[in-house]
């Protein structure tokens, strides 16, 4: 069974940092692009950022996470790690791993909450 580890999150300050990981079992994982996903209550779950299969860089959406979000992985770790920078209020969310297609089993998330 696939099985996703959310870590990382917690109470950060408006315009602190925090960085995100995952550790992904029983998985070829070096196979799948990887993504972070997050959903707030109330809301489906929104793609925040992708990484593709061979590391050679991510990309975020939507376009106002540009420049504040850096995804990035370790295939011989199996993990996934999500930067975040300049955080807003509004980025306050359960964070979530998946493969890229975002159709195996969820984890738990980890919860970022943006606040003073």
């Known amino acids: 069974q696939v099985q996703f580890v959310e870590s990382g999150g917690g109470l950060v300050q408006p315009g602190g940092s925090l960085t995100l990981s995952c550790t992904a079992s029983?998985?070829?994982?070096?196979?799948?692009?990887m993504a972070w996903y997050r959903q707030v209550p109330g809301k489906e779950r929104e793609l925040v950022a992708t990484?593709?299969?061979?590391?050679?860089?991510?990309?975020t959406w939507p376009d106002s996470l540009k420049g504040r979000f850096t995804a990035f992985r370790n295939n011989a770790e199996n993990t996934l790690h999500l930067q975040m920078n300049s955080l807003k209020p509004e980025d306050t969310a359960v964070y979530y791993c998946?493969?890229?297609?975002?159709?195996?089993?969820w984890g738990q998330g980890t919860q970022v909450t943006v606040s003073s």
């Open positions: 998946n493969r890229a297609a975002g159709d195996f089993p």
């Open positions: 029983e998985i070829v994982f070096w196979n799948f692009d």
């Open positions: 990484v593709t299969r061979a590391a050679s860089g991510g990309t």
